[in-house]
Protein backbone atom coordinates (compact mmCIF):
# COMPACT_ATOMS: atom_id res chain seq x y z
CA UNK A 1 0.00 0.00 0.00
CA UNK A 2 2.77 2.01 0.69
CA UNK A 3 4.49 1.50 -2.47
CA UNK A 4 1.40 2.06 -4.35
CA UNK A 5 0.57 5.89 -2.53
CA UNK A 6 4.50 6.57 -3.31
CA UNK A 7 4.63 5.70 -6.65
CA UNK A 8 1.20 6.45 -7.93
CA UNK A 9 -0.11 9.45 -6.64
CA UNK A 10 -2.59 10.91 -7.85
CA UNK A 11 -3.41 8.38 -10.50
CA UNK A 12 -5.05 6.29 -7.44
CA UNK A 13 -7.82 8.79 -7.67
CA UNK A 14 -8.93 8.42 -11.42
CA UNK A 15 -11.89 6.29 -12.11
CA UNK A 16 -10.61 3.03 -13.66
CA UNK A 17 -12.38 1.46 -16.38
CA UNK A 18 -15.59 -0.28 -15.90
CA UNK A 19 -14.10 -3.82 -16.27
CA UNK A 20 -11.41 -2.64 -14.32
CA UNK A 21 -7.91 -1.25 -14.15
CA UNK A 22 -5.48 -2.23 -16.72
CA UNK A 23 -2.98 -3.03 -14.33
CA UNK A 24 -5.10 -5.27 -12.32
CA UNK A 25 -6.32 -7.41 -15.10
CA UNK A 26 -3.68 -7.83 -16.94
CA UNK A 27 -1.38 -8.83 -13.38
CA UNK A 28 -4.24 -11.37 -13.18
CA UNK A 29 -3.92 -12.71 -16.28
CA UNK A 30 -0.13 -13.37 -16.29
CA UNK A 31 -0.76 -14.88 -12.90
CA UNK A 32 -3.54 -17.45 -14.52
CA UNK A 33 -1.30 -18.44 -17.19
CA UNK A 34 1.58 -19.04 -14.06
CA UNK A 35 -0.64 -21.24 -11.95
CA UNK A 36 -3.65 -22.05 -13.32
CA UNK A 37 -3.30 -22.80 -17.13
CA UNK A 38 -5.64 -20.27 -18.52
CA UNK A 39 -4.07 -18.57 -21.96
CA UNK A 40 -6.52 -15.11 -21.93
CA UNK A 41 -6.64 -11.57 -22.23
CA UNK A 42 -7.18 -9.15 -20.26
CA UNK A 43 -10.00 -7.67 -22.32
CA UNK A 44 -11.42 -11.36 -20.87
CA UNK A 45 -11.11 -10.03 -17.37
CA UNK A 46 -13.87 -8.14 -15.32
CA UNK A 47 -12.64 -6.85 -11.74
CA UNK A 48 -15.71 -6.95 -8.99
CA UNK A 49 -16.78 -6.27 -5.25
CA UNK A 50 -16.34 -9.98 -4.12
CA UNK A 51 -18.08 -13.22 -6.00
CA UNK A 52 -21.79 -12.45 -4.87
CA UNK A 53 -21.58 -9.00 -7.14
CA UNK A 54 -20.20 -11.27 -10.12
CA UNK A 55 -22.81 -13.87 -9.59
CA UNK A 56 -25.15 -10.85 -10.24
CA UNK A 57 -23.64 -9.69 -13.30
CA UNK A 58 -23.43 -12.98 -14.78
CA UNK A 59 -26.88 -13.36 -14.02
CA UNK A 60 -27.75 -10.15 -15.65
CA UNK A 61 -25.58 -11.37 -18.51
CA UNK A 62 -26.48 -15.16 -19.51
CA UNK A 63 -30.55 -13.95 -18.62
CA UNK A 64 -32.61 -14.52 -16.21
CA UNK A 65 -35.29 -16.88 -18.31
CA UNK A 66 -32.67 -19.30 -18.86
CA UNK A 67 -32.76 -22.13 -15.59
CA UNK A 68 -29.55 -22.66 -13.75
CA UNK A 69 -28.60 -25.65 -11.79
CA UNK A 70 -26.41 -25.53 -8.90
CA UNK A 71 -24.46 -28.07 -6.24
CA UNK A 72 -26.47 -28.80 -3.30
CA UNK A 73 -25.51 -28.53 -0.52
CA UNK A 74 -23.29 -25.26 -2.63
CA UNK A 75 -22.37 -22.10 -1.24
CA UNK A 76 -25.72 -19.94 0.72
CA UNK A 77 -24.73 -17.35 -1.35
CA UNK A 78 -24.79 -18.21 -4.63
CA UNK A 79 -28.55 -19.14 -3.93
CA UNK A 80 -29.40 -15.62 -2.04
CA UNK A 81 -28.20 -14.24 -5.16
CA UNK A 82 -30.10 -16.03 -7.47
CA UNK A 83 -33.54 -16.03 -5.61
CA UNK A 84 -33.03 -12.36 -5.35
CA UNK A 85 -32.31 -11.81 -9.05
CA UNK A 86 -35.51 -13.76 -9.61
CA UNK A 87 -33.53 -17.01 -11.25
CA UNK A 88 -35.18 -20.41 -11.26
CA UNK A 89 -32.55 -22.91 -10.41
CA UNK A 90 -32.64 -26.31 -9.40
CA UNK A 91 -30.55 -28.07 -6.68
CA UNK A 92 -28.57 -31.03 -7.84
CA UNK A 93 -27.30 -33.23 -4.98
CA UNK A 94 -23.85 -33.70 -4.78
CA UNK A 95 -21.86 -37.38 -5.33
CA UNK A 96 -18.31 -38.37 -3.99
CA UNK A 97 -17.08 -37.10 -7.74
CA UNK A 98 -19.54 -34.12 -8.18
CA UNK A 99 -23.31 -34.35 -9.45
CA UNK A 100 -23.72 -37.75 -10.58
CA UNK A 101 -24.27 -38.25 -14.18
CA UNK A 102 -28.02 -39.41 -14.03
CA UNK A 103 -29.04 -36.05 -12.61
CA UNK A 104 -27.04 -33.54 -14.77
CA UNK A 105 -28.95 -35.84 -17.50
CA UNK A 106 -32.55 -35.35 -16.35
CA UNK A 107 -32.66 -31.73 -14.88
CA UNK A 108 -34.01 -28.49 -17.32
CA UNK A 109 -30.81 -26.41 -16.91
CA UNK A 110 -28.65 -24.69 -19.02
CA UNK A 111 -26.81 -22.90 -16.83
CA UNK A 112 -24.34 -25.42 -14.37
CA UNK A 113 -22.76 -23.23 -11.18
CA UNK A 114 -20.16 -25.59 -10.08
CA UNK A 115 -17.02 -25.04 -7.15
CA UNK A 116 -15.22 -28.57 -8.65
CA UNK A 117 -12.54 -27.95 -6.57
CA UNK A 118 -13.53 -28.22 -2.37
CA UNK A 119 -17.07 -27.13 -2.86
CA UNK A 120 -18.19 -25.83 0.23
CA UNK A 121 -19.79 -26.90 2.58
CA UNK A 122 -19.48 -30.59 1.08
CA UNK A 123 -15.67 -30.62 0.73
CA UNK A 124 -16.12 -32.66 -2.68
CA UNK A 125 -13.86 -32.29 -5.32
CA UNK A 126 -15.16 -32.68 -8.77
CA UNK A 127 -13.48 -36.16 -10.74
CA UNK A 128 -11.57 -35.09 -14.14
CA UNK A 129 -13.63 -37.29 -15.86
CA UNK A 130 -16.70 -35.04 -14.31
CA UNK A 131 -15.17 -31.94 -14.99
CA UNK A 132 -15.15 -32.82 -18.35
CA UNK A 133 -18.61 -34.40 -18.48
CA UNK A 134 -19.45 -30.62 -16.49
CA UNK A 135 -18.04 -28.58 -20.31
CA UNK A 136 -19.70 -31.69 -22.42
CA UNK A 137 -23.07 -30.28 -20.63
CA UNK A 138 -23.05 -27.00 -21.53
CA UNK A 139 -21.96 -27.62 -24.91
CA UNK A 140 -24.86 -29.98 -25.36
CA UNK A 141 -27.46 -27.65 -24.06
CA UNK A 142 -25.98 -24.95 -25.90
CA UNK A 143 -25.46 -23.18 -22.35
CA UNK A 144 -22.66 -22.34 -19.71
CA UNK A 145 -20.86 -23.57 -16.95
CA UNK A 146 -20.04 -21.04 -13.87
CA UNK A 147 -16.78 -22.52 -12.62
CA UNK A 148 -16.41 -20.87 -8.96
CA UNK A 149 -13.10 -21.11 -8.35
CA UNK A 150 -13.48 -21.25 -4.08
CA UNK A 151 -10.34 -22.35 -2.59
CA UNK A 152 -8.37 -23.90 -5.14
CA UNK A 153 -4.95 -21.87 -4.36
CA UNK A 154 -4.91 -23.91 -0.88
CA UNK A 155 -4.96 -26.99 -2.13
CA UNK A 156 -2.27 -29.38 -0.87
CA UNK A 157 -0.90 -30.34 -3.83
CA UNK A 158 2.16 -29.17 -5.29
CA UNK A 159 0.20 -28.56 -8.57
CA UNK A 160 -3.57 -27.60 -8.53
CA UNK A 161 -5.84 -29.77 -10.55
CA UNK A 162 -6.92 -28.24 -13.78
CA UNK A 163 -9.73 -25.40 -14.52
CA UNK A 164 -12.31 -26.27 -16.37
CA UNK A 165 -12.00 -23.11 -18.27
CA UNK A 166 -8.46 -24.71 -19.10
CA UNK A 167 -9.71 -28.10 -20.29
CA UNK A 168 -12.69 -26.07 -22.28
CA UNK A 169 -12.67 -26.06 -26.26
CA UNK A 170 -15.24 -24.38 -27.04
CA UNK A 171 -15.84 -21.67 -24.83
CA UNK A 172 -18.82 -22.32 -22.40
CA UNK A 173 -16.82 -21.80 -18.92
CA UNK A 174 -16.96 -18.35 -17.13
CA UNK A 175 -14.67 -18.67 -14.59
CA UNK A 176 -15.13 -16.83 -10.89
CA UNK A 177 -12.56 -16.08 -8.20
CA UNK A 178 -11.48 -13.99 -5.38
CA UNK A 179 -8.96 -12.59 -3.06
CA UNK A 180 -11.40 -12.48 -0.04
CA UNK A 181 -9.81 -16.05 1.15
CA UNK A 182 -6.40 -16.09 -0.62
CA UNK A 183 -6.04 -12.46 0.92
CA UNK A 184 -8.16 -11.00 3.67
CA UNK A 185 -12.07 -11.48 4.22
CA UNK A 186 -11.75 -7.47 3.75
CA UNK A 187 -10.84 -7.43 0.62
CA UNK A 188 -13.77 -7.22 -1.31
CA UNK A 189 -12.23 -8.20 -4.94
CA UNK A 190 -12.83 -10.94 -7.17
CA UNK A 191 -13.31 -11.60 -10.42
CA UNK A 192 -14.39 -13.12 -13.44
CA UNK A 193 -12.94 -14.65 -16.63
CA UNK A 194 -15.23 -14.74 -19.61
CA UNK A 195 -15.29 -16.78 -22.94
CA UNK A 196 -14.41 -14.46 -26.02
CA UNK A 197 -18.13 -15.14 -27.30
CA UNK A 198 -19.33 -13.36 -24.60
CA UNK A 199 -17.36 -10.26 -24.75
CA UNK A 200 -19.42 -8.59 -27.29
CA UNK A 201 -22.79 -9.40 -25.29
CA UNK A 202 -21.02 -8.09 -21.93
CA UNK A 203 -20.13 -4.92 -23.25
CA UNK A 204 -23.67 -4.69 -25.44
CA UNK A 205 -25.29 -5.29 -21.81
CA UNK A 206 -23.64 -4.16 -18.74
CA UNK A 207 -20.53 -2.06 -20.40
CA UNK A 208 -22.26 1.43 -18.97
CA UNK A 209 -21.51 -0.13 -15.61
CA UNK A 210 -18.87 1.74 -13.31
CA UNK A 211 -15.99 -0.88 -11.82
CA UNK A 212 -17.30 -1.63 -8.25
CA UNK A 213 -13.44 -1.67 -6.79
CA UNK A 214 -11.23 1.45 -5.21
CA UNK A 215 -8.57 2.02 -8.19
CA UNK A 216 -6.40 1.85 -5.35
CA UNK A 217 -6.97 -1.23 -3.66
CA UNK A 218 -6.81 -2.53 -7.28
CA UNK A 219 -3.51 -1.11 -7.85
CA UNK A 220 -2.01 -2.46 -4.51
CA UNK A 221 -3.35 -6.30 -5.71
CA UNK A 222 -1.77 -5.63 -9.10
CA UNK A 223 1.25 -5.10 -7.15
CA UNK A 224 0.99 -7.73 -4.88
CA UNK A 225 0.53 -10.32 -8.05
CA UNK A 226 3.44 -8.77 -10.24
CA UNK A 227 6.07 -8.73 -7.19
CA UNK A 228 5.63 -12.58 -6.72
CA UNK A 229 4.29 -11.53 -3.24
CA UNK A 230 1.14 -13.60 -3.18
CA UNK A 231 2.44 -16.76 -4.63
CA UNK A 232 5.16 -16.86 -2.20
CA UNK A 233 2.01 -16.27 0.05
CA UNK A 234 0.06 -19.18 -1.25
CA UNK A 235 2.99 -21.55 -1.43
CA UNK A 236 3.71 -21.03 2.27
CA UNK A 237 -0.06 -22.38 3.02
CA UNK A 238 0.36 -25.15 0.36
CA UNK A 239 3.23 -26.38 2.28
CA UNK A 240 1.78 -25.72 5.46
CA UNK A 241 -0.99 -28.08 4.44
CA UNK A 242 1.16 -30.74 2.75
CA UNK A 243 3.01 -30.93 6.44
CA UNK A 244 -0.16 -31.16 8.62
CA UNK A 245 -1.47 -34.08 5.82
CA UNK A 246 1.45 -35.83 6.21
CA UNK A 247 1.20 -35.93 9.77
Not at 130 to 156: H, L, N, Q
Request: net charge neutral.
Amino acid sequence: MRRVLAEYGAEILVKSESNGCAELRRAICAYLARNRGLAVSPEQVVIGAGAEYLYGLVVQLLGRERIFAVEDPCYEKIRAVYTANGICFEPLPLGPEGIPSDTLAETAATVLHVTPYNSYPSGVTATASKRREYIAFAEARDGYVIEDDFDSEFTPSAKPQDTLFSLDTAGRTVYINTFTKTVAPAIRVGYMVLPPALLAEFQHRLGGYSCTVPTFEQYVLAELLDSGDFERHINRQRRKKRRTAEK
